[in-house]
C-alpha cells in the first residue's frame, strides 16, 4: 500500500459523499429495489446467482426494524415475481438484537416464513463478536422449524472451529469468509497467513461434516485451495458454491464460473449505501486513493 493511499484510508470520512458516492456504484445496485433486482438480472445472464442485501444495521428503533423487516418481504417477493436466481441475506442488528434477542427473532423468522412459503431462502449474516452467540441461537432455532436458513463463519475468529461442530447434523448451510470486522486479539487471530490457514482448515471439517458450504473469497490461493478440496471430496457441482462481493475482482469471478463452479454474489442495495461503501474502500485502498484524488482535483 503507498504512503498517499494509507494516508487516505485513515481518512476516509473527509472524502465527500458524492465522491464516494461515484465509486460506491462499483459495490451497490442501487438505493432501490427495483435498481437491484435489474442488477440480479444482469448478473444471473453472465452465469452468477445472487443474494440480496438491504443495507442497515444496528437499529435501535422497534418501528424500524419492523420496517426493514416488511421491506426484506418486500425483496423476496420481488424475487419470486421476476424469476431471478437469487436468495436474500440478513443482519440482526437491522432487526434489533441489539434491542432485544426476542425482537430480533421474530422479525426473523417473519422473513424465513416468508421465504419457505416462496421456496427460497435466508441467509442470516455474522456481525462483531458481541452478536455470535444470539446469531448462532436464532439461526438453529429457525434452521430446525423451517430448514431453509443458513449461517455465517468467519475464518479469523478463534472459535469458529469449535463452532463447527454445533452445527445441525443435518442440511447445515454455510457461508465461511475471512471476517472484517475489528476484533480483539484474544478472539479473533491477526496474521495473514494464520488467517488463510484457519480458513483452510474450517473449509475441510466444514466438508467432512456434509455442510453445503458458500466459500466466499477474492483470495485467488483460498480458492485454488478450495478447489482442491473439492476435487479431493468428490464433491459435484450442487453441493457448495462460490460467493464473492458486487463490484470486486471480477475476473476471478469469472475464472471460476467458467471453470465450471457455482457462483453468487453478495448484491447490496438500499439508502444506507455510504457506511458500506466506506467499508469497501477501506478494504480497497487503492480505490480509495483513486476516489481521493478525483476530490482533490488530481486525477
Not at 426493514?68 to 420481488?78: D, P, Q
Not at 472459535?159 to 486479539?185: F, S
Not at 473469497?217 to 485454488?224: I, N
Request: charged share 30%.
Amino acid at each position: 500500500m503507498s504512503v498517499f493511499n494509507r494516508l487516505v484510508v485513515g481518512t476516509l470520512p473527509l472524502v465527500p459523499k458524492p465522491i464516494v458516492r461515484r465509486f460506491a456504484r462499483r459495490y451497490v445496485a442501487g438505493d432501490s429495489l427495483d435498481k437491484a433486482v435489474s442488477k440480479v438480472h444482469e448478473l444471473n445472464a453472465q452465469g452468477a446467482m445472487a443474494t440480496l442485501d438491504v443495507l442497515g444495521e444496528e437499529v435501535r428503533e422497534a418501528a424500524r426494524s419492523r420496517e426493514f423487516t416488511e421491506e426484506c418481504v418486500r425483496v423476496l417477493e420481488a424475487i419470486d415475481r421476476e424469476g431471478i436466481d437469487s436468495n436474500l441475506s440478513i443482519k440482526l442488528t437491522m432487526f434489533g438484537l441489539e434491542i432485544e434477542e426476542s425482537l430480533a427473532h421474530e422479525n426473523a423468522e417473519r422473513i424465513v416464513a416468508r421465504a419457505a412459503e416462496l421456496g427460497n431462502f435466508v441467509r442470516i449474516d455474522m456481525e462483531d463478536r458481541t452478536t455470535t452467540d444470539a446469531t448462532l441461537r436464532i439461526y438453529r432455532d429457525l434452521h430446525q422449524r423451517y430448514g431453509n436458513v443458513g449461517c455465517v463463519f468467519q475464518a479469523y475468529m478463534r472459535r469458529t472451529l469449535a463452532d463447527i461442530d454445533d452445527l445441525p447434523a443435518e442440511g447445515a448451510n454455510v457461508r465461511l469468509c475471512k471476517g472484517i470486522y475489528i476484533e480483539p486479539r484474544d478472539a479473533a487471530w491477526k496474521g495473514y497467513e494464520t488467517v488463510r490457514r484457519n480458513f483452510v482448515a474450517a473449509l475441510e471439517k466444514l466438508f467432512r461434516k456434509g455442510a453445503y458450504v458458500g466459500i466466499a473469497t477474492h483470495d485467488e490461493y483460498l480458492a485454488c485451495a478450495a478447489v482442491e478440496l473439492i476435487d479431493r471430496y468428490g464433491l459435484g457441482r450442487e453441493e457448495y458454491e462460490f460467493q464473492m462481493l458486487l463490484g470486486v475482482d471480477e475476473e476471478l469471478r469469472k475464472v471460476l464460473i467458467d471453470g465450471g463452479h457455482r457462483m453468487r454474489v453478495y448484491t447490496p442495495y438500499g439508502r444506507e449505501w455510504y457506511a458500506y461503501s466506506i467499508r469497501r474502500l477501506r478494504e480497497n485502498p487503492e480505490i480509495a486513493g483513486h476516489a481521493a484524488k478525483a476530490a482533490l482535483g488530481l486525477s
